[in-house]
């Protein structure tokens, strides 16, 4: 089945960018996805890009997509105590299931 | 407009009783889908619907688990015989139509004591 990727953990200083990586075995997905979990809640649809794109901004959010290396990332800019959560990146890979990544726990010191 | 609601929203049973959870989707979507999230993990995918039918059963843990779906939009997914490890998160998502943007419901949070 599709493998998609994230690192568990990263931890961002209040003000600087958080980037988040995605990587996964199948370049099939016609949309790939980014989903935000804050404790307690269910999973809020962050933005996504489409695959013939590279790059989608979306105020403080810039997606990158590098489909050679099959490398999907989440640039969070100026990053708040809000912006505290799981993030998962997501994708339709050649079936009607969405399959998601790991999930990202970004944590931010004050 | 509304999003995907599910209710009850927190779930406490003991082991071995049946429970049943709700699922609303958005108004005109299509397709529906079950997660289950345990602590600390990523989402399992359990079943979805395009409209009544479930073409793809295949994330049911158990036979346990059971799911429908009736005129296109509420559905109810039934978990008999409840276990411990049947505590988890389940979510619930919608679409427009399959392989399209799914928006989620807030989650039943289900204890089995």
């Known amino acids: 089945g599709e493998d998609v990727e994230q690192s568990l953990f990263l931890s961002v200083r209040e003000g600087d960018s958080s980037v988040i990586n995605c990587t996964y075995t199948?370049?099939?997905?016609?949309?790939l996805y980014w989903y935000k979990q804050e404790p307690g809640a269910g999973l809020q649809l962050l933005t996504y890009i489409f695959s013939n794109m590279d790059m989608k901004q979306d105020q403080r959010l810039t997606v990158l997509l590098n489909k050679k290396d099959k490398h999907l990332s989440l640039r969070i800019a100026d990053t708040q105590t809000g912006d505290s959560a799981i993030y998962f990146c997501?994708?339709?890979?050649?079936?009607?299931?969405?399959?998601f990544g790991t999930g990202t726990r970004l944590t931010i010191i004050p | 407009g509304a999003g995907v609601s599910q209710s009850p929203s927190n779930k406490v049973t003991e082991k071995g009783k049946d429970v049943e959870l709700r699922c609303d989707p958005i108004?005109?979507?299509?397709?529906l889908y079950w997660y289950r999230q345990s602590l600390g993990q990523g989402l399992e995918f359990l079943i979805y619907?395009?409209?009544?039918?479930?073409?793809?059963k295949s994330g049911l843990p158990s036979d346990r688990f059971s799911a429908e779906r009736t005129g296109g939009s509420v559905s109810t997914l039934t978990i008999q015989r409840t276990q411990q490890e049947d505590s988890a998160v389940y979510l619930c998502a919608s679409s427009f139509w399959v392989q399209e943007t799914q928006y989620f419901g807030p989650g039943t949070r289900l204890l089995v004591l």
């Open positions: 199948d370049s099939s997905s016609t949309y």
């Open positions: 997501a994708g339709y890979f050649g079936n009607e299931k969405l399959t």
């Open positions: 108004s005109g979507h299509t397709a």
């Open positions: 619907f395009q409209g009544n039918s479930a073409p793809d």
